[in-house]
């Protein structure tokens, strides 16, 4: 097999295809030739350079043109990929036009070429990101909408508490996906910024010219110009990754809450089922929730990736030592991730498989306890908060010491059939009659999708 080594097999379940085009050899090779590009029209346009160069750079900076094997064994020496792949731009360009690699690259460094490509890769993930997101976000409004009034068990401290919807719960999970959206259109701004500095950042090379060379290529590449190079301020690239961490942990989040609804004793809510999807080894009957996986993996791994982002911040001087190295593979890695966990998570969130009746199972589990609050509230108003605390707490007790239903106890004592009507105890103990603002709360998480969306 004429095949590198690498990690292959566990890319299609940790990484989206498109993101790993993003940032696979021929995508960073392809960015830094852009870059390249670019500049010499930009240099040319401001009249550094002839306009006869244009031409075969161009045709030069075609990532297929390249060896990605012998430039990662020239990286090795060299320190970084600019300085080969630089280096093989101009024997490219010479086959053709002598005079026209005398121009490549002037007046730029190693990381602007390196810096700069790593920005155009990161336009393009995040166009994925943004597009994945919110097509998430309006799967998750619909499945909000779909079960607004759906109740299940709430849980506090994994036990029983009262009565939610899931509809609430999804719209939890929209309202985050929601949020990350607000969040990326905010940094666009500060990320999507051309990095031009030169050897350390004043751009001397270039004189009188270099400013109008500067604004061009920003213009060449689409990107802003800032207000100075940012070859040692990191905090655009970690800022980034940062939202990525938090969208990374929305959706492990989203992962958890759907493999514990997935679990046997509460078996409520499922991933979408598929031929071979979720099986053992060994033990024909299991289903186990192996999208959610990739979801709480990635939640799992990305905090500890940007950590060396955030550990690689203070860099020295004007070009750092190492700290700039570690940066390389990480934060790509993030990107890899994330686009992985929102492919699973579009995928369990437009097949959830719902149990309602089960649902309703488990909200009676504990025979009615679950809406003990209920009644106390009300009686509370007629009898007083610490009298109807202390009945409704001692009935409670004896409905599990004889394990009976609560309404059953209830209706058996004084102090509430006085107060409480049949009729009431029935309104208070069902569970569709205690859910509070979980419609609102849905309506509100949808609108606010629907307004970003707009």
């Known amino acids: 097999m004429n095949q590198r080594p690498g990690n292959q097999l566990f890319d299609a379940y ?8 993003v940032f696979c050899d021929q995508g960073r090779v392809q960015a830094m030739l852009d870059f390249e590009a670019a500049l010499a029209r930009a240099e040319a346009r401001v009249g550094l350079i ?4 244009v031409a075969p750079i161009e045709a030069a900076c075609r990532a297929e043109h390249y060896d990605f094997i012998a430039l990662g064994e020239a990286i090795a020496t060299a320190g970084n990929s600019a300085i080969p792949l630089v280096k093989a731009l101009g024997k490219q360009i010479a086959k053709t036009d002598a005079d026209a690699e005398r121009y490549v690259h002037l007046g730029a460094t190693s990381q602007d070429v390196m810096d700069c490509g790593l920005v155009l890769q990161l336009r393009r993930a995040l166009t994925l990101i943004e597009g994945d997101l919110a097509q998430l976000g309006e799967t998750l409004a619909t499945q909000a909408v779909r079960y607004v009034a759906t109740p299940l068990a709430g849980r506090t401290w994994l036990q029983h508490a009262t009565p939610v919807t899931l509809g609430m719960k999804i719209a939890g999970w929209l309202g985050a996906v929601t949020r990350s959206r607000q969040r990326l259109q905010q940094l666009k701004p500060r990320l999507l910024v051309l990095q031009f500095g030169g050897a350390s950042g004043t751009l001397a090379a270039l004189g009188e010219q270099a400013m109008p060379i500067a604004e061009a290529l920003a213009a060449e590449l689409q990107l802003t110009l800032p207000e100075q190079p940012w070859h040692t301020q990191r905090d655009r690239l970690v800022e980034f990754a940062s939202v990525l961490g938090l969208i990374a942990g929305s959706l492990g989040k989203f992962g958890r809450d759907i493999s514990l609804l997935m679990q046997t004793e509460a078996a409520e809510v499922f991933e979408p ?3 071979g999807k979720g099986g053992s080894s060994t033990m024909p009957h299991k289903r186990n929730p192996v999208g959610a996986a990739v979801l709480i993996g990635a939640a799992t791994r990305v905090p500890g990736l940007l950590s060396t982002l955030f550990s690689a911040m203070p860099q020295e001087h004007e070009r750092s030592l190492g700290l700039w190295h570690a940066e390389w593979e990480t934060l790509p890695e993030i990107c890899c991730l994330v686009s992985g966990a929102l492919q699973q998570a579009l995928l369990l969130a437009d097949g959830l498989e719902v149990d309602a009746d089960r649902m309703a199972r488990n ?10 609050e209920a009644v106390s509230i009300v009686l509370a108003q007629r009898v007083g908060r610490d009298t109807a605390h202390h009945l409704l707490e001692q009935c409670c007790k004896r409905a599990v010491a004889e394990q009976r239903h609560l309404r059953a106890v209830l209706g058996d004592e004084p102090q509430v059939t006085a107060e409480l009507s049949a009729a009431e105890l029935d309104r208070l103990l069902d569970p569709a009659h205690y859910l509070g603002q979980a419609h609102i709360w849905v309506e509100r998480a949808v609108a606010e999708h629907s307004a970003l969306t707009a």
């Open 363 to 372: 909200l009676d589990l504990t025979q009615g306890l679950v809406l003990a």
């Open 273 to 275: 089922s598929a031929p």
């Open 50 to 53: 002839p306009p006869s160069a």
């Open 14 to 21: 940790f990484t989206a295809r498109d993101m790993r085009e």
